[in-house]
């Protein structure tokens, strides 16, 4: 392991911050500058430029492939042996931080620049990638640029999904210059290597450095379209009525009722965090409403019993309110397990930095999940202030938190790049 190289934490916050400046916006809520770079957007595409630059400026060939992940590469000495990647997203949901994803792809750039200062090569190629639309507040669905290299989600039908404005995927690529050429399957590169803030309060609360990240818990998500009668809310009497922003608050109700119940584990977490009435106005019931379901547990059977649950339940709630609820499941991932021997080598890191580190769940999904698919991988998680708030324009991770994770990457990364060609590789 090379102790020698540390990164250069200002340079890595000063980066972090020159990208966030991009598709950044005033919070009435909070006074502070937030980040909005919502998938496929115009800022999303000025935010991917910014990266690409600073990706060319520390030498990398970078190329897009037909899902518009972008993928800046590092000669190796051996550069027919397979890569280790780093990487994340740089997308935000529309009122984000700027250190969600970001740490992951700036902080695998900040490694490659620390070793090109120190005029260090590699065995192994490096890879610094960045996923398309990790978060799914666009166009529904979580990690789907790499979930598309990864074989899970097919192209056409990642390509053919829409936002709420009707357009698709594959258009708005285009529209911002990033529908690539390449094959979007990835070859499978030798390890995958994500940091990350928590987005928890967990090590924050224990004054610990480092996440060990273990695996990610399970995620289901519903879109639900329920249709009732709108009508007068002066004229109209109750007994008359079709609400389908009461059967929408029902379904949220039961929701917490599932929670307290105990019976999907201690763990299992639910959100309605879309609740859109139509028409939306003070004196007209309700005839339509838009909303969706976010369900996690650790424990995959309890997901799917708890799906099941809130499935039925629809049915229940259509019944009472005498309404119609459809219902698309628009994102599905079981728990994810992280390499064994990364774990290892992440602890081993952290340890001989003299950094506190404690193993931890992830509760958030990650683009490391869809890579574990073809290739070890595993996740370096970084403490965040005031409780780990995330999807929030408070989200903050100071320079020392996010440089004491990318050490730990830059550690792993260069460790694992020195590993000698399999028997598969030499043959
Ligand atoms: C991604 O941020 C998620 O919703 O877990
Ligand atoms: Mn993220
Ligand atoms: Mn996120």
């Known amino acids: 392991m090379n102790q020698t190289l540390s990164i250069d934490g200002a340079r890595l916050y ?18 502070l500058r937030g980040v909005c770079r919502l998938a496929l957007t115009a800022a999303d595409g000025a935010g991917r430029r910014h990266v690409v630059e600073l990706m060319r400026a520390a030498g990398l060939e970078v190329r897009i492939d037909q899902i518009g992940n972008v993928f800046g590469r590092r000669a190796g000495q051996n550069d027919r042996l397979r890569p280790v990647m780093m990487g994340s997203h740089i997308d935000s949901v529309a009122t984000a931080g700027r250190f969600d994803g970001c740490l992951g792809v700036l902080g695998g750039l900040e490694v490659i620049r620390t070793l090109n200062d120190a005029g260090r090569s590699t065995l192994r190629p490096l890879v610094v990638a960045f996923f398309t639309d990790e978060e799914g507040a666009r166009f529904g669905t979580d990690m789907l640029g790499s979930a598309v290299a990864t074989g899970r989600i097919p192209l056409k039908d990642a390509h053919a999904l829409r936002d709420r404005q009707d357009l698709s995927v ?156 459809q219902h698309r499941r628009s994102a599905r991932t079981p728990y994810v397990a992280f390499d064994a021997d990364i774990q290892r080598r992440v602890a081993e890191a952290a340890d001989a930095r003299g950094f506190s580190r404690a193993a931890i769940v992830s509760g958030a999904g990650h683009d490391a999940q869809e890579l574990s698919r073809l290739c070890p991988a595993g996740m370096v998680f970084v403490p965040g202030e005031f409780d780990g708030i995330s999807h929030n324009p408070r989200e903050l991770s100071t320079e020392r938190q996010c440089a004491d994770g990318v050490n730990v990457l830059l550690d792993v990364a260069c460790a694992l790049a020195e590993q000698a060609a399999t028997l598969e590789e030499l043959s």
């Open 170 to 325: 594959r258009d708005e690529l285009a529209a911002i210059g990033f529908l690539g050429t390449d094959e979007p399957r990835l070859e499978a590169p030798y390890a995958y290597l994500e940091c990350h803030i928590e987005q928890g309060p967990v090590l924050r609360t224990a004054g610990v450095d480092i996440g060990v990240v273990t695996g990610v818990q399970g995620i289901c998500w519903h879109e639900l379209s329920i249709v009732g009668r709108s009508a007068h809310a002066g004229t109209t009497p109750m007994s008359l009525r079709a609400d389908a922003g009461v059967a929408a608050a029902r379904i949220n109700l039961a929701l917490r009722e599932m929670v307290a119940s105990g019976r999907f584990g201690p763990e299992f977490r639910a959100t309605m965090g879309v609740i859109a009435p139509y028409p939306g106005l003070v004196n007209v019931v309700p005839g339509q409403v838009t909303a969706t379901v976010d369900l996690r547990d650790p424990d995959t059977a309890l997901l799917d019993a708890a799906e099941a649950a809130i499935i039925a339940f629809y049915a229940e709630a259509a019944r009472l309110e005498g309404v119609t609820i």
């Open 14 to 31: 000063r980066t972090l911050d020159a990208l966030g400046a991009i598709g950044g916006f005033e919070d009435p809520h909070s006074g």
